[in-house]
């Protein structure tokens, strides 16, 4: 029987945005400085408190990336990333947060608002290598954002939307090496790819990129999954410091 003394611990719900796109070869990340306590100052993943015991999670993590960063996640795929709950995760009490990702190509400038001093793109490779630290366990939530990105890329046909309408085998290769953070093997890349059917498809010309032979054009297929996936290197081998 449940004992008629107990009542439910107080407990606040917040939402997260891990949200990655590709500037110049680089993966970047949206943070933005907190403009208040706690942590102030200090640079953190887009979010905040649900705004009533009305308002959806979905809700709020979209009204919370316009907020924050004057972004509007209509543009956006977010897909739910995972609950982060540990007792101590926020001085201001115990915080459940539900997390978001998404990976996008083409996405604009922020300009931040509400409780945000700045909002901006920042390279991933700068968190991961320690140069920018995040609040609360931030980073954390980065990270296994990151992880759920690197995979989509192994099943999915994402990366060719980082590219232009037609583009290299190099080109497409470059985007991989950015979001898994290790360098790739062209040849055997290009081998790798061509055993997917209808990931990519010649599209009969060539584009000459430097004092080699013209490289082939390519346009995204149809495929929408990976079959077989485009494994990446492991992680015991791969180094997570290079863009």
């Known amino acids: ?19 990655f796109t590709l500037i110049d070869s680089t993966l970047h990340a949206l943070l933005i400085e907190r403009g208040i306590e706690p942590f102030q100052g200090n640079w953190a993943l887009p979010g905040g408190f649900l705004e009533d015991e009305r ?23 977010l897909e739910q990333l995972g609950a982060y709950g540990e007792p101590d ?9 539900v997390a978001y990702l998404a990976i996008a190509p083409g996405l604009p400038e922020p300009r931040a608002g509400t409780d945000a001093a700045h909002a901006r793109w920042v390279p991933v490779p700068d968190v991961l290598g320690g140069s920018i630290k995040l609040a609360f ?19 999915t ?9 037609t583009f ?26 061509q055993a997917v059917d ?11 990129t430097g004092k080699g032979r013209p490289a082939r054009l390519f346009k995204a297929g149809s495929r929408t999954t990976l079959y077989p996936p485009l494994v990446r290197p492991s992680p015991a081998t791969a180094n997570e410091g290079n863009g």
Request: proline share 5%.
């Open 1 to 19: 029987m449940p004992d008629d003394d107990w009542t439910p611990p107080p407990v606040l719900l917040a939402v997260d945005l891990v949200i």
């Open 55 to 77: 308002e959806a999670v979905l809700d709020a993590a979209h009204r919370e990336l316009m907020e924050e960063a004057n972004l509007n996640a209509s543009q956006l795929h």
């Open 89 to 97: 995760r926020d001085p201001r009490g115990r915080v459940v947060s």
């Open 137 to 155: 366990d931030h980073e954390t939530i980065l990270r296994e954002g990151l992880e759920r990105a690197r995979a989509k890329l192994e099943h």
């Open 157 to 165: 046909a994402i990366a060719t939307a980082f590219c232009e309408e």
């Open 168 to 193: 290299t085998i190099n080109e497409l290769q470059q985007v991989y090496e950015a979001v898994w953070g290790v360098a790739l093997d062209l040849r055997n890349f290009y081998r790798k790819v």
């Open 198 to 208: 209808d990931f990519i498809v010649p599209v009969g010309a060539e584009r000459r």
